[in-house]
């Protein structure tokens, strides 16, 4: 046995088993399984949700998601030219431990090269293992924008790219960038048992991962040595309750203090009810039908204008959405900077949907499938209900739905795979800039399999257009393109912007300092319960 095999037989009580009942345990009920746990894995806010607690990134956005601050990095510097960042790393942070690894060292400039060489270089010894595509570093372009990363000592790293790019230091926030253990990384290849980096995760985080059982719970204990300060609570759950109600009837008894999503219908009697409190918050996101437009006929704008304006978007916010939610035109949510707000508003014209039908050669309509999510999700709350009033909409000028959908990771899998000729999809910002959602949901770069734009719709013009936006840091210019780069997609139409929702979650009066966070984070650290 060689000596990286020797760290991960050293057993510390600490992590030997599942954190005990503790004084302090939150249990968070969580709207769906995590796709995976290692955040460079996963593309969905249930799954950056779950990894979140356990890890960290170099920077961080505060609790309300507009200012950027240090994290594992505490200073930074830029080149002139907006090509080279330096980072400074903090002294002495420490790597979780489990039951059979143990650090022998803090986190270092190696563990930063590891993390994102591991995503970026296809000849890495970790690049293949557990299957790993990195769908959210591919889809912001990460591949081609690193020219080089260098350690040149243990507590800096230097990031050259190969063209400047203004959103860069928002996505080193996002979890896909979070730091992982080079050390652990070498010991499991040793003792070959490489997935257990993905499945097992050591990370930096305030909380240490304790065991993940599929539609049953993720569990966490408190991180004793978290370089920010340990934690209030001793031990957090994820409990995976698919159902809205279901995770009401828990709230109610007390079996979780947080929930994710009520069904708008259930928001009067959490209000109703003194030992509960209903938090409340203009979401950063969009709610959206996409139509594939590989497919046909989709592939005719005319057809997906027709469908555009036969679908009655308030009907739908009136009755799903209980009304807590406005109309979307727009690809990018009403509160973000960028949005076009000169842009026509959303209508319902059936006597233009059915002209345009019929210049493209589909007066009698045709028949094709919708896909709607299986989960609750921030911006739709009942996928089936949605998709069911579009089908009523949408057969008033021919077009004749089945409804389809499947478990939340085969449905997001079918979906970038472009499988799906309709499909209902959605998206929370990670981070404040319209990049977020212009570029990795609509840029060409993400039309690709396996990519967020499951329209798999590839404009030129468009993308020329967000890819000058994100090689300028003026704001004012990038918001010139962005509008622009808005005025294509009304033209072109490969979605069906459905919503932007208010965003709610229940919690009981016993959790103190829980925020709720524009940007889907779910963020437990400074978390307390108060008897």
């Known amino acids: ?54 890890f960290d990134t170099l920077v961080a956005f505060e609790p309300g998601g507009q200012v950027l601050a240090p994290a594992l990095a505490e200073s930074w510097e830029i080149s002139a030219d907006g090509r080279e960042y330096t980072f400074r790393l903090r002294e002495n942070v420490a790597f979780h431990t489990s039951a059979d690894f143990a650090p022998t060292r ?16 296809h000849d890495h010894p970790y690049h293949h293992v557990s299957g790993a595509r990195y769908d959210y570093f591919l889809d912001n372009g990460m591949d081609e924008l690193l020219e080089a990363i260098e350690a040149p000592d243990a507590r800096t ?21 979070a730091v992982l253990s080079a050390e652990y990384a070498d010991a499991l290849l040793a003792a070959g048992r490489p997935e257990d980096l993905d499945r097992r995760p050591i990370g930096t985080g305030p909380f240490v991962f304790v065991e993940y059982r599929p539609d049953v719970a993720v569990r966490y204990r408190a991180f004793d040595a978290h370089w920010a300060g340990r934690p209030a609570l ?37 209000e109703a009810d003194p030992a509960l409190v209903l938090l409340a918050q203009e979401g950063l996101n969009v709610g959206y039908m996409a139509m594939n437009v590989g497919m046909r006929p989709f592939d005719d704008v005319r057809v997906r204008r027709a469908l555009d304006l036969a679908i009655d978007k308030q009907a739908i916010i009136d009755t799903v959405y209980g009304g807590a939610g406005r109309a979307a ?36 309509g045709f028949s094709s499938e919708l896909w709607y999510m299986p989960v609750s999700r921030p911006y739709a709350p009942d996928g089936r209900r949605i998709a069911e009033m579009i089908q009523a909409d949408l057969a008033r000028i021919g077009v004749r739905l089945t409804l389809r959908t499947a478990d939340w990771d085969a449905y997001r ?25 212009l570029h990795v949901l609509l840029g060409c770069t993400a039309a690709r399999p396996g990519g967020n734009n499951v329209a798999k719709w590839c404009d030129p013009a468009y993308d020329a257009l967000v890819t000058r936006a994100r090689e300028t840091s003026d704001v004012t210019q990038r918001t010139a393109l962005y509008r622009e780069a808005q005025e294509i997609f009304a033209r072109e139409r490969p979605w069906v912007p459905i919503a932007h929702s208010v965003v709610f979650m229940a919690i009981r009066r016993e959790v103190v300092g829980y925020v709720l966070d ?3 984070r779910h963020l437990f650290s400074r978390v307390d319960l108060v008897q």
């Open 413 to 437: 899998l079918a979906l970038q795979a472009g499988e799906a000729p309709l499909a209902l999809f959605g998206w929370t910002a990670d981070n404040g800039d319209p990049d977020n959602f």
């Open 157 to 177: 790293v230097r990031i050259r790219l190969t063209r400047p790019n203004a959103p860069f230091l928002a996505s080193l926030a996002d979890p896909f960038n």
């Open 1 to 54: 046995m060689g000596p990286r095999a020797n760290v991960l037989a050293i057993a510390l009580a600490a992590g030997l088993a599942a954190a005990p009942a503790c004084a302090k345990t939150l249990v968070f009920c969580s709207e769906g399984n995590p796709e995976a746990l290692n955040p460079q894995l996963v593309t969905t806010t249930t799954g950056m949700n779950a990894a979140r607690p356990m």
């Open 106 to 121: 803090p986190m270092n400039a190696q563990d930063v090269l590891f993390s994102l060489e591991r995503q970026w270089k």
């Open 234 to 270: 001793d031990a957090l759950v994820y409990a995976i309750t698919p159902n809205p109600a279901v995770r009401l009837t828990k709230l109610r008894a007390g079996e979780c203090h947080v929930m994710a999503f009520p069904d708008p219908t259930d928001l009067a009697r959490i």
């Open 329 to 364: 035109k727009n690809p990018i949510p009403p509160t973000l900077w960028s949005y076009h707000d000169g842009l026509p508003a959303s209508r319902v014209d059936l006597a233009q949907a059915q002209e345009l039908m019929e210049e493209a050669g589909l007066a009698d």
């Open 518 to 520: 524009p940007l889907g």
